[in-house]
């Protein structure tokens, strides 16, 4: 066999176990990205859509916001205007979550059949103060 | 001062737009009063940009809060190193830092190359103009900095207090400077392609400035792990998170460059593969800097959402278009010289490295874009987190590791049995014992096992390489151990310098290693309550809550908790962790609250405790509490490769000095082949 032969080889199984570890990779942690709405109309084509892990984004709905006294349970809605669903977290959340307007977040976890979404993850994304300061002076 | 701000910047377009106009005509090649316009436009650029900064600066110094800009990322009660870092902090501002430090990096390249490069420069300047007049453009019509409000608020907005951090104000100047310079390489390579002139000449006059962007960005992404550890909070350095992955692409890309030009040099092969890496490697980083300012990827690190995003966008596909075809009509001329002789060379070696880190980078690249394709192609959205990034590059990065430790064993050319013996036996000896010690330590992490003996195994390359270096010398030159081995580096700046890298980088492995033994807890804890936690290295840290206390800072309200930790029995001190609210000069709070870990660091790891907040008032407090073995190392390996990163490039001597080196590394080699054969 010829050198290049041989590199060729080499290459092509370098390049595959790449091509694989990232098939697998997508295969085995790869989750659902879905909104409220989304998630509501999978759940009612698929009845078997229950307790599988997926991440949705959507707003945290003002004011739903309770927590524990020990600050390791938090409970809230979540809404993107067309469906809500209640969460409920166990695990300290992010500084940026807070009960202000339009705080969007991720959760990543499952829904129950309950119809409560069981979080494992909380990510939020702050607001802008600055353009609310804005919009207040041009009022 | 916004007045002559935007003034400087429309000049700097015209400047810019002439440049390339004529660079790219081609006009030049028989006037060369045009050729001299075109490298004075570069300075002329260089000069309107300096005007404008300085602009933007006085604006953020002055507290000119009518420009929206410093309304929004400065206040009046800012420290002073804060509202000049506040120039590259928001989006406007970084774009201006980009294209001042690219119109810089641009007269540089103009000045400092030789003479006998001359025939490339016009087009490099062509290229860097148009590089730097899209972002003065973007600036101008999409996010200009200077832009003023109609009103003047009596205080600004302050910076967001995740960046108020040491660590932010050089992380991203480091990062962009890496990001920046790849345009010089990157103008070389279109320039070889434009004048047909593709031999080794571009690459021997971009060997530094490649060097610097590396070096560049290597610190740039350390700092950016520092920052995520001590300001984020979460625990760890690298979340896999979509900006972060952007600045590891160009990197990954850059360091195989780096290895593939040496063949290229050396052997007259991979002539296509590199002028590949090059455009990519600035595509890469085009791309980072698109995903940082897009918001098309939810990320920790990114700007707020804007339609900057199109500009890059669009500038991305046009670059990729325009290079790639460039590259595409020059291909007969980029045959190589030779062929691979064998699979065992040094050549097939730096070849195999080439193809893992271009996988690796493919693979981040694919995980990173994943939501976005599968929303494209399959119409839901699906995204990959760590675990996807864990699996995928662990792996490939083990077997990295593992060429790390062959590639400087193996002959160039084709290695004989006896060279494979001879170098192999004590490297491979030292991985073996490593891993021997680490089972009888009880160290069962597959993982973890793998990555530290092949950690040894590297180490033993590399001690191998200096050890018979040395020896060399001192039995040709009679010298002692620390002449013979500052010589050895200092003549061989390149070879030892690489070498150095590749200790940084194995440190970085062990180090990374260690986070497999992570351990974490959560407590609640009233004053005088205490919790244990047991470490991997076999401590036990007894962490006591003493209180909460609060009090007035500067710019913020601070809630202090803090805990007495003891060592094995032993106090070691206090660590306290903060919540912060910061506000403005009217004590209005600003942002969210935010949190400030407590970290306690020695050589073998970190402790590491976030306040998450008081119980219903009380002094009842709630923490999160993690060991991080190993992390210092991150650090430390960091500065290794950024000291050999150095090394490498040091300048020294001119071209005589550099063929004497080249000579005397010559008859060296002779040397050791000649010993290899007694």
Redesign the interface.
């Given at each position: 066999m010829k050198a290049g032969h041989k590199f060729l080889l080499g290459a092509a199984l370098i390049v595959g176990s790449v091509g694989f570890l990232i098939a697998q990779g997508v295969k085995e942690t790869g989750v659902y990205f879905l909104t409220p709405a989304e998630l509501a109309e999978r759940t009612t084509a698929d009845s078997t859509f229950y307790d599988v892990g997926l991440k949705m984004g959507a707003k945290v709905v003002p004011g739903s916001i309770r927590r524990d006294p020990g600050n390791r349970q938090v409970d809230f809605q979540v809404s993107d205007g067309v469906q809500s669903y209640p969460v409920t977290y166990r695990g300290l959340v992010p500084d940026t979550f807070t009960d202000a307007n339009d705080i969007e977040v991720i959760v990543e976890g499952r829904l129950g059949r309950d119809g409560v979404f069981r979080a494992t993850e909380v990510l939020a994304k702050c607001g802008s103060r600055y353009e609310a300061v804005y919009e207040e002076a041009q009022a | 001062m916004t007045l002559l701000g935007e003034f400087s910047l429309w000049m700097a377009l015209l400047l810019g737009v002439w440049a390339s106009i004529i660079a790219f005509s081609g006009r030049w090649q028989d006037r060369p009063d045009l050729a001299a316009s075109v490298t004075n436009a570069t300075y002329g650029i260089f000069g309107a940009l300096v005007v404008a900064s300085i602009s933007l600066w006085k604006g953020l110094a002055g507290h000119d809060f009518n420009i929206e800009y410093v309304?929004?990322y400065t206040s009046r009660n800012l420290p002073d190193g804060y509202i000049f870092s506040a120039f590259w902090a928001g989006q406007k501002g970084s774009l201006l830092f980009w294209a001042v430090v690219l119109s810089l990096f641009a007269a540089l390249a103009q000045l400092l190359t030789p003479r006998r490069y001359a025939p490339l420069l016009p087009y490099v300047a062509g290229v860097t103009s148009a590089v730097t007049a899209f972002f003065v453009c973007t600036m101008l019509f999409a996010a200009n900095p200077f832009e003023r409000?109609?009103?003047t608020?009596a205080d600004g907005?302050g910076l967001n207090p995740q960046l108020q951090n040491p660590g932010m104000m050089i992380h991203p100047p480091m990062l962009y400077l890496g990001y920046i310079s790849i345009t010089i390489p990157f103008a070389f390579a279109v320039a070889a392609l434009l004048t047909r002139g593709l031999d080794t000449g571009w690459i021997h006059a971009i060997r530094k400035w490649t060097l610097v962007s590396w070096l560049f960005l290597s610190v740039g992404i350390t700092l950016g792990m520092w920052w995520a550890y001590v300001e984020l909070g979460w625990g760890g350095y690298w979340a896999w998170d979509p900006v972060e992955n952007a600045s590891l692409l160009p990197w990954l890309t850059m360091t195989a460059f780096l290895h593939s030009v040496m063949i290229q040099e050396k052997r007259g092969m991979l002539k296509r593969w590199n002028l590949g890496l090059i455009i990519g490697t600035f595509l890469l980083s085009i791309f980072g800097t698109f995903i940082t300012r897009s918001g098309v990827i939810?990320s920790v690190h990114s700007f707020?959402q804007s339609n900057v995003g199109y500009f890059f966008l669009g500038f991305l596909v046009v670059a990729g278009i325009l290079s790639f075809t460039l590259l595409y009509t020059r291909w007969p001329l980029l045959k190589a010289d030779v062929?691979?002789?064998?699979?065992l060379?040094r050549e097939?070696a730096f070849?195999?490295n080439n193809?893992?880190l271009v996988?690796?980078a493919?693979?981040v690249l694919?995980?990173t874009l994943?939501?976005i394709l599968?929303e494209l192609v399959r119409g839901?959205?699906?995204?990959?987190?760590p675990?996807?990034?864990n699996?995928?590059n662990v792996?490939?990065g083990l077997?990295l590791l593992g060429l790390t430790g062959i590639g400087p064993l193996i002959a160039w050319r084709k290695a004989s049995a006896a060279n494979l013996k001879r170098q192999f036996i004590a490297p491979v000896t030292a991985g073996l014992v490593t891993l021997a010690g680490l089972l009888a330590a009880g160290v069962r992490d597959f993982h973890a096992l793998v990555a530290l003996a092949l950690a040894g195994f590297v180490a033993g390359t590399v001690s191998q390489e200096f050890y018979r270096g040395v020896r060399a010398r001192m039995r040709m030159h009679g010298e002692s151990v620390p002449l013979a081995f500052g010589r050895l580096v200092g003549r061989n700046r390149r070879r030892y310098g690489g070498y150095l890298v590749h200790v940084g980088v194995l440190i970085y492995f062990v180090a990374f290693a260690g986070m497999a033994f992570k351990r974490e807890m959560?407590a609640?804890l009233k004053p005088g309550e205490a919790v244990e936690l047991a470490s991997p290295f076999g401590h036990t840290y007894r962490l006591t809550h003493v209180g909460i206390s609060q009090f007035e800072a500067l710019n913020r309200v601070v809630s202090a908790a803090t805990l007495s930790v003891e060592k094995d029995g032993e106090l070691v001190g206090l660590l306290s962790s903060e919540?912060r609210q910061h506000v403005d000069s009217f004590k209005r709070p600003?942002?969210?609250?935010?949190?400030e870990v407590g970290i306690w660091s020695n050589l073998q790891e970190d402790l590491y405790v976030?306040f998450?907040?008081?119980?219903?008032g009380t002094e009842e407090a709630?923490y999160?509490i993690t060991i991080n073995p190993l992390v210092w190392w991150v650090w430390f390996g960091g500065f290794v490769l950024a000291l050999g990163g150095i090394v490498t490039m040091w300048p020294g001597g001119g071209p005589t000095m550099a063929r004497a080196t080249r000579r005397g590394q010559a008859g060296y080699e002779v040397a050791l082949v000649e010993a290899g054969k007694e």
């Amino acid at each position: 066999m010829k050198a290049g032969h041989k590199f060729l080889l080499g290459a092509a199984l370098i390049v595959g176990s790449v091509g694989f570890l990232i098939a697998q990779g997508v295969k085995e942690t790869g989750v659902y990205f879905l909104t409220p709405a989304e998630l509501a109309e999978r759940t009612t084509a698929d009845s078997t859509f229950y307790d599988v892990g997926l991440k949705m984004g959507a707003k945290v709905v003002p004011g739903s916001i309770r927590r524990d006294p020990g600050n390791r349970q938090v409970d809230f809605q979540v809404s993107d205007g067309v469906q809500s669903y209640p969460v409920t977290y166990r695990g300290l959340v992010p500084d940026t979550f807070t009960d202000a307007n339009d705080i969007e977040v991720i959760v990543e976890g499952r829904l129950g059949r309950d119809g409560v979404f069981r979080a494992t993850e909380v990510l939020a994304k702050c607001g802008s103060r600055y353009e609310a300061v804005y919009e207040e002076a041009q009022a | 001062m916004t007045l002559l701000g935007e003034f400087s910047l429309w000049m700097a377009l015209l400047l810019g737009v002439w440049a390339s106009i004529i660079a790219f005509s081609g006009r030049w090649q028989d006037r060369p009063d045009l050729a001299a316009s075109v490298t004075n436009a570069t300075y002329g650029i260089f000069g309107a940009l300096v005007v404008a900064s300085i602009s933007l600066w006085k604006g953020l110094a002055g507290h000119d809060f009518n420009i929206e800009y410093v309304a929004a990322y400065t206040s009046r009660n800012l420290p002073d190193g804060y509202i000049f870092s506040a120039f590259w902090a928001g989006q406007k501002g970084s774009l201006l830092f980009w294209a001042v430090v690219l119109s810089l990096f641009a007269a540089l390249a103009q000045l400092l190359t030789p003479r006998r490069y001359a025939p490339l420069l016009p087009y490099v300047a062509g290229v860097t103009s148009a590089v730097t007049a899209f972002f003065v453009c973007t600036m101008l019509f999409a996010a200009n900095p200077f832009e003023r409000l109609p009103f003047t608020p009596a205080d600004g907005r302050g910076l967001n207090p995740q960046l108020q951090n040491p660590g932010m104000m050089i992380h991203p100047p480091m990062l962009y400077l890496g990001y920046i310079s790849i345009t010089i390489p990157f103008a070389f390579a279109v320039a070889a392609l434009l004048t047909r002139g593709l031999d080794t000449g571009w690459i021997h006059a971009i060997r530094k400035w490649t060097l610097v962007s590396w070096l560049f960005l290597s610190v740039g992404i350390t700092l950016g792990m520092w920052w995520a550890y001590v300001e984020l909070g979460w625990g760890g350095y690298w979340a896999w998170d979509p900006v972060e992955n952007a600045s590891l692409l160009p990197w990954l890309t850059m360091t195989a460059f780096l290895h593939s030009v040496m063949i290229q040099e050396k052997r007259g092969m991979l002539k296509r593969w590199n002028l590949g890496l090059i455009i990519g490697t600035f595509l890469l980083s085009i791309f980072g800097t698109f995903i940082t300012r897009s918001g098309v990827i939810a990320s920790v690190h990114s700007f707020t959402q804007s339609n900057v995003g199109y500009f890059f966008l669009g500038f991305l596909v046009v670059a990729g278009i325009l290079s790639f075809t460039l590259l595409y009509t020059r291909w007969p001329l980029l045959k190589a010289d030779v062929q691979l002789e064998s699979v065992l060379s040094r050549e097939a070696a730096f070849l195999f490295n080439n193809l893992l880190l271009v996988g690796i980078a493919f693979s981040v690249l694919w995980g990173t874009l994943f939501p976005i394709l599968s929303e494209l192609v399959r119409g839901s959205k699906i995204t990959v987190g760590p675990p996807f990034f864990n699996r995928v590059n662990v792996p490939l990065g083990l077997l990295l590791l593992g060429l790390t430790g062959i590639g400087p064993l193996i002959a160039w050319r084709k290695a004989s049995a006896a060279n494979l013996k001879r170098q192999f036996i004590a490297p491979v000896t030292a991985g073996l014992v490593t891993l021997a010690g680490l089972l009888a330590a009880g160290v069962r992490d597959f993982h973890a096992l793998v990555a530290l003996a092949l950690a040894g195994f590297v180490a033993g390359t590399v001690s191998q390489e200096f050890y018979r270096g040395v020896r060399a010398r001192m039995r040709m030159h009679g010298e002692s151990v620390p002449l013979a081995f500052g010589r050895l580096v200092g003549r061989n700046r390149r070879r030892y310098g690489g070498y150095l890298v590749h200790v940084g980088v194995l440190i970085y492995f062990v180090a990374f290693a260690g986070m497999a033994f992570k351990r974490e807890m959560e407590a609640t804890l009233k004053p005088g309550e205490a919790v244990e936690l047991a470490s991997p290295f076999g401590h036990t840290y007894r962490l006591t809550h003493v209180g909460i206390s609060q009090f007035e800072a500067l710019n913020r309200v601070v809630s202090a908790a803090t805990l007495s930790v003891e060592k094995d029995g032993e106090l070691v001190g206090l660590l306290s962790s903060e919540k912060r609210q910061h506000v403005d000069s009217f004590k209005r709070p600003t942002f969210e609250p935010s949190t400030e870990v407590g970290i306690w660091s020695n050589l073998q790891e970190d402790l590491y405790v976030t306040f998450a907040g008081a119980v219903g008032g009380t002094e009842e407090a709630v923490y999160r509490i993690t060991i991080n073995p190993l992390v210092w190392w991150v650090w430390f390996g960091g500065f290794v490769l950024a000291l050999g990163g150095i090394v490498t490039m040091w300048p020294g001597g001119g071209p005589t000095m550099a063929r004497a080196t080249r000579r005397g590394q010559a008859g060296y080699e002779v040397a050791l082949v000649e010993a290899g054969k007694e």
